[in-house]
């Protein structure tokens, strides 16, 4: 069966300091693999996803960047947080579901929740 | 870009009501998704929709895609208190965006003993 690892649970950090959130995946090949932000316990702010290894897309401008170095593997990072940065993240799995054409059912870890002080 | 709007924000019901939240988009999509998240926890989905016009259930939960495909709606009936945490839909539209799965506002949900 598909896991998903996320980690740390919980991470407190100083205002320019960095970042290094790490996301794994075991139990699948060539997942699609995401990054979001949940702020306020509201809606999921979709913030990077990649298709393949070296492939990222970002969706909004911000202080964060993301990487693939591996097939199941993805990291969130920052040079220099910001207070702007603190929030719950999420990193998710999907795979392409060839037979019907569609990617779908994402898969979320537990969550990160990062407070920038 | 798309639009999507989740509706109602949040909801406040007694045990035993039905409740039912949708989302709309300006969009066509080919897949609708729908989540539960629960404090402190990553959302854990609950439905999959495929086609449009689909209705699909997972016991007490009923969702459907609409045939505009732009839309879906999510029922619950004879709410109990583990029902309570932020519902969210999140459409799917394939094609050249295929890797891409956004969410939307999320609906709170109540539920008083």
């Known amino acids: 069966s598909q896991t998903i690892h996320q980690w740390p649970a919980t991470l407190v950090q100083p205002v320019g300091s960095p970042l290094s959130l790490e996301c794994t995946v075991e139990g699948t090949s060539n997942p699609n693999l995401y990054w979001y932000r949940q702020a306020a316990g509201r809606g999921l702010q979709l913030l990077f996803y990649?298709?393949?290894?070296?492939?990222i897309s970002s969706e909004v401008p911000q202080n964060l960047s993301a990487s693939r170095p591996q097939d199941r593997q993805f990291i969130l990072s920052s040079k220099k947080l910001l207070l702007s940065d603190s929030g719950f993240y999420l990193c998710?799995?999907?795979?392409?579901?060839?037979?019907?054409?569609?990617?779908?059912?994402?898969?979320f870890g537990q969550g990160t929740r990062l407070t920038v002080v | 870009g798309q639009q999507l709007n989740q509706s109602p924000q949040s909801m406040f019901i007694q045990e035993g009501e039905d409740v039912s939240m949708n989302c709309t988009s300006s969009?066509?999509?080919?897949?609708w998704l729908w989540y539960k998240q629960e404090p402190g926890e990553g959302p854990v989905l609950l439905i999959a929709?495929?086609?449009?016009?689909e209705l699909t259930s997972n016991g007490r939960l009923t969702a459907q895609f609409g045939i505009t495909r732009k839309d879906s709606f999510l029922n619950i009936s004879a709410s109990i208190p583990s029902d309570v945490g932020i519902y969210f839909c999140?459409?799917?539209?394939?094609?050249?965006?295929?890797?891409?799965?956004?969410f939307g506002q999320g609906t709170i949900l109540t539920v008083h003993p």
């Open positions: 969009s066509i999509f080919n897949t």
């Open positions: 990649s298709v393949g290894i070296g492939q």
């Open positions: 929709l495929y086609k449009a016009g």
């Open positions: 999140a459409p799917h539209a394939g094609g050249t965006s295929y890797g891409k799965l956004t």
């Open positions: 998710a799995w999907s795979v392409l579901k060839t037979a019907r054409g569609v990617n779908t059912e994402a898969f």
